[in-house]
Each structure stands twice: as structure tokens, then as C-alpha cells.
């Protein structure tokens, strides 16, 4: 090996077209800028969107909907993921920790019990928030439901 069979790795480099490299390269001269205006010119940059005066799209487009900022996201887990939960690994008490150590929520996440499926296990839930058809189930099972 010497510095003759020198080569860049497989990929790393882009096959650049040289310009500003005489006339006889096509790409002289001007350098590919055109002649005269702002676009010529060292150190010229436009907005992202701009389309050369014409109105652009985000200004032609309408303003759509409403973000509400107070909204609260809650992650749904149903009673049928309790259930397997708990069969699968003998658990009598689900809460936050068993919830993120199972890889359902994440530790900023706010935790919301559904009333989809059937609970036959005897649980006590602990989350932010149940709905009403989860509570009465949990509860007819021989449950309790702590709200965080």
C-alpha cells in the first residue's frame, strides 16, 4: 500500500461537480450562479418556503382547527391487558411501576384504565383515571382501584 492507492471508504464521499474550475468545464465563469442579482452574490440565503414572491403555500392554505393547549393525553390500557397481565405473571396489584416495567407506559405518561374485555382476577388497580364501565368491573371482581 502507498499513497497512489489511497481511496475514500465506500460511500463517505458525494461525486461533487467541481465549478468555478475555468471555462473549459462548462462550469466556469459564473460558477453556476447565473449573472448579477441577489442569488450571485456570497452569502445569500432565502426562507424555507419561499417560492420567489409568489404567495406561499402555507399562506395560501386557511387556518385549520384548534389546538386545545390545556388537553390532557392519557394512555389507555384496557381490562383485557390487566387480565393477561395478571395471569401471565401471578400479580394481585397493578400499578404505575408494574405498568412501565412490562414496557406499556412511559414514565411521563398519565395512565387511564378501559372497560374493554372481561377482569375475572381479583385486582387492585392504582392509574390517574378510570372510566365508570372499568371501575364497576375491577370492583364486582372483588377489586379496588386507588386514582393517583
Given at each position: ?98 405498568l412501565k416495567e412490562h414496557?406499556?407506559?412511559?414514565k411521563n405518561d398519565l ?22 364501565t372499568a371501575q364497576k ?12
Amino acid at each position: 500500500m502507498n499513497l497512489s492507492n489511497l481511496k475514500p471508504a465506500e460511500g463517505s464521499t458525494k461525486n461533487k461537480k467541481r465549478i468555478g474550475r475555468g471555462t473549459g468545464s462548462g462550469r466556469g465563469g459564473t460558477s453556476t450562479r447565473g449573472h448579477k442579482g441577489a442569488g450571485s452574490r456570497s452569502g445569500t440565503s432565502t426562507k424555507v418556503g419561499f417560492e420567489g414572491g409568489q404567495m406561499p403555500l402555507q399562506r395560501r392554505l386557511p387556518k385549520v382547527g384548534f389546538k386545545n393547549i390545556n388537553r390532557v393525553e392519557y394512555v389507555g390500557i384496557n381490562l383485557d391487558v390487566l387480565q393477561g397481565l395478571a395471569e401471565k405473571f401471578n400479580l394481585s396489584a397493578i400499578n404505575f411501576d408494574t405498568l412501565k416495567e412490562h414496557g406499556l407506559i412511559s414514565k411521563n405518561d398519565l395512565v387511564k384504565i378501559l372497560g374493554r374485555g372481561e377482569l375475572k382476577a381479583k385486582l387492585d388497580v392504582t392509574a390517574h383515571a378510570f372510566t365508570a364501565t372499568a371501575q364497576k368491573a375491577i370492583e364486582s371482581a372483588g377489586g379496588a382501584i386507588v386514582k393517583l
